[in-house]
């Protein structure tokens, strides 16, 4: 399997090859020369499988340049009961018959990154001891990426992560999650400054080329292909639990309603349909920074600058553009790399294209693409109704996705809604909702009375690097 960039500037690399990177040199994103396919035998045996062995089976049809026993080892390490506290790893709730959420956020920050992230921390270390390399990782976040990164890769030999955080901005809970950590690699950063400021400083120490080869500075962000066909795994997961596997000849089909940010998630969805998982509909839902839904609705993708990106109370989906989003573009527009060099050369200048009234646009059917977006009346109502009707708390971001789902849902469909969070994340917001604490999941009760560790900085990227020199032990 190899992978090329969307936007066609790359020679075909390995999977290991394109693990450790960001963005392709030609500023594109990795994406497969093609999908690998699952066969009706295949998808019959998968659905005995347990979590692990699943994984395995996904991510080996991804990355043939790990051997296989050590990818099988990998996965084993990774998804495991201690670390995602149930058996099942990503159990389903039944809310009512052809109603489902699959329960993605019990991993170690409550969040469904970790789905993704916590074999990411082991691939890394892996490929890192086999190479005898060390790597910086560098990162700016709002709130469940930096956790999830950290939570990651804390301990892992041959990785420091710095992370940057607004100072008081993310929840009390998320900043107790990360600022608790007392591993000696992982080093919080609390920048006077928003997000947007830790963004730029990313950025800035980025384009120091010469800094940023002598302290080998990596990334996990959102782009990162690994995580993408990690998340690949649980729509499988999700799509057995909900359907008979009795019915071959007429198979059974199902929705998926995913809380969209940067489009990650969703993506993986749309890699599993096209590697011909029956998937009937994606249901992508964004909150009030439609920027998605528009485009899914109108054929425009209208990237917003930062100053119109709305605070909402579904926070990790407070985004102005979807850097997954080329990705997709890039099957609709038929691999065409030179056309989504065109469009993204648009994109990149903060202006914005408009696929309306082209034959590509006519094929986010084809792509079983709907969409839909939720506000904060939206969220909270879903949240009482889902609370009232069957006694479950859902977070903020899972609200929007079952607001959109059952808005777009076709009858007769099974809907399968993904949780992104665990409702504890986003007290104020529940209590708002509800009147009441949500609960917390055992273990996590003390954890905003613990110490806390970090670096109070200003938004300066000549800070940062120099806090890097002083401890990355380069
Ligand atoms: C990251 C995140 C999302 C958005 O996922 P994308 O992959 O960026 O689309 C939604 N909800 C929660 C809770 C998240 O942490």
Redesign the pocket.
Known sequence: MRYVSTRGGMAPQSFTQILLGGLCPDGGLAVPERYPQVDAAELAAWRKLSYAELAYEVMRKFCDDIPPDDLRALCAKTYTKEAFRSEAITPVKTLEPGLHILCLSNGPTL???DMAMQLLGNLFEYVLAKSGERINILGATSG??GSSAEYALRGKRGVNVFMLSPLGKMSAFQTAQMFSLQDANIFNIAVRGVFDDCQDMVKTVNKDAAFKQRQRIGAVN?INWARVAAQVVYYFRGYFAVTSGRNSANEEQVAFAV????????CAGHIARMMGLPVAQLILATNENNVLDEFFRSGRYRVRPSSQVAQTS?P??DISKASNFERFVYDLVGRDSDLVKELWSKVDAGGEFDLAGTPYFANVQEYAFVSGSSTHADRLATIRRVYQDYGVMI?T?TADGLKVGLEQRRPGLPLICLE??LPVKFAQTMREALGRDPDYPPGSEKLESLAQRFELMDADAEAVKAHIARHSGV
């Open positions: 969040a469904f990154k469940d990426t959102s809380p969209s940010g940067n489009f990650g998630n969703i579904s990790s989906m977070d971001h992104t969070a």
